[in-house]
């Protein structure tokens, strides 16, 4: 599915609920789940969860006046506690068909391609991307979303697929060389380039796997109002510059410039 597909999608989940099922909004606060995820969100020094997403929606909760509470928590378990618990919202979360009638969503925080990469000391001559289940080995972490990808490429779990806890137990092992590939983000893969380049090799672009959307994405008891405030309040801050000032020492120039130009086309942006 396309990111304009996957927008306009988003925009029909918008108030489906009956108000009967309607959270109180106003008397208690928003409890905030995320994962870590460095430099979107991680524990700082003091304990406390940060980071640049971090700081995003803590700005846009203090514009709305609104009561949060952010906890980081393993993917898994967070995820489930915000399919299952009322006055909850959980980021940044990838949009999928699947995912879509689950949440309200609010977004994107961020918008990027997501490639298979390769290490050069362990490609070969028939390394593309038909065969790479035949020839190599791939990691991903269990309650991944981008999972579906390696399985459509041949990838057997427990075979030629190592299953771990945390995305960056995929990053360790493809550098320890106990793996050949991973999926990675195209706008971090700059660190990756220079560890690789340290041990005399080089990270090799094999084949995109996916445009990604990641979003705040709310527990269904949430009025459409409510959402839409939401919305319009993370917008603001893509026109205004403030998602820039927290973004720009970050992310990169390229993701930033991206999520401008949505929010200067309503008609692929507005929820």
Known sequence: MSLQSMLLLCSL???VLPHAAIANENSTPLRILTEHSFPASYLNDQGEVDGATTQLIRLLAAELDEAIH???LPWARAFHTATSQPRTA???TALSDERLPLFHWVGPLKVYRLWVYGRQDHMTADSNADTLSQLHTACEYRDSIYLQHLLQLGFIP??????TVRKAQCRD???????????????FAEPLKQELAAQGTELVKITPIDDVALYLAFSLDHSESYIKRWQQALEQSYRDGRMRDLYQHVFPEELIDRLEQLVAEPSSFTP
């Open 13 to 15: 989940c918008l108030g």
């Open 70 to 72: 952010i906890e980081l």
């Open 90 to 92: 959980l980021y940044e």
């Open 158 to 163: 427990e075979q030629q697929l190592v299953l």
């Open 173 to 187: 092992m493809f550098l320890q060389q106990r793996v050949d590939l991973i999926i990675w983000n195209e706008f």
